[in-house]
C-alpha cells in the first residue's frame, strides 16, 4: 500500500531563499577549515543547506577519509539500499548512469524513498575535461511551472508516481 510522505512540522527559522543560475552565482561556499574547526563554520555551512538547499564546502581534502569526517561532524553515515559511505570509480557495465561517465542532467534521486536522504558529493581524483556539476533549485522550478503551465503544475503536484529503485541484484 502507498502511503503519502508527510510534510516536516518543525522550522529551522531560515527562510528559504529560491534562485536561479543568474542569481546564485558561483554559489553559497564555506571554507572546510571552518567547517571542521568552528561553530560558526559550520553553522554557516548548515545555513547555506537550509537557506538554498546546498553548501559547498570548498579546500576539502581529496581523500576519503576527509569527506567521511565532514559528513561525521553534522550526522551518521545512513544505511542505504546502497551501503553506507562509499566511493567509487566509473564502470560503464552499471545499470545505474551515475556510476558511469556519461552526463547527469539536473534530475532527483532516492525518489523511490518517503525519507530520501542529504547526499554529499565529492569529487577525489578527476583527469579529463568536462564532468561538471549541475544544480538546480526544483522549488524554483516547481514555482515557473506553476506560474507559466498551473495545469501541468496540478498534475505533477497532485498525481501519486509510485517508484523503485531497479539496478544491479
Not at 39 to 63: H, K, M
Request: proline content about 5%; overall charge negative; charged content about 20%.
Amino acid at each position: 500500500r502507498f502511503r503519502v510522505p508527510q510534510t516536516a512540522s518543525t522550522s529551522l527559522g531560515i527562510d528559504p531563499v529560491r534562485w536561479d543560475a543568474e542569481t546564485i552565482g558561483a554559489g553559497p561556499r564555506t571554507p572546510y577549515e571552518d567547517i571542521m574547526h568552528s561553530d560558526e563554520g559550520l553553522l554557516d555551512w548548515l545555513t547555506n543547506v537550509a537557506r538554498y538547499g546546498f553548501g559547498l564546502a570548498t579546500g576539502v581534502p581529496a581523500t576519503g577519509e576527509a569527506t567521511k569526517e565532514l559528513l561525521e561532524k553534522v550526522a551518521y553515515i545512513r544505511q542505504s539500499i546502497f551501503g553506507g559511505f562509499w566511493e567509487f570509480e566509473a564502470d560503464m557495465s552499471k545499470a545505474d548512469t551515475a556510476y558511469t561517465n556519461i552526463e547527469l542532467l539536473s534530475h532527483t534521486d532516492s525518489t523511490y524513498s518517503n525519507d530520501a536522504p542529504v547526499q554529499l558529493l565529492h569529487c577525489l581524483y578527476f583527469e579529463g575535461t568536462g564532468g561538471e556539476s549541475t544544480i538546480a533549485d526544483s522549488f524554483r522550478v516547481a514555482e515557473e511551472l506553476k506560474r507559466q503551465n498551473p495545469a501541468h503544475y496540478e498534475t505533477l503536484s497532485t498525481v501519486m508516481v509510485p517508484g523503485q529503485y531497479i539496478g544491479d541484484g
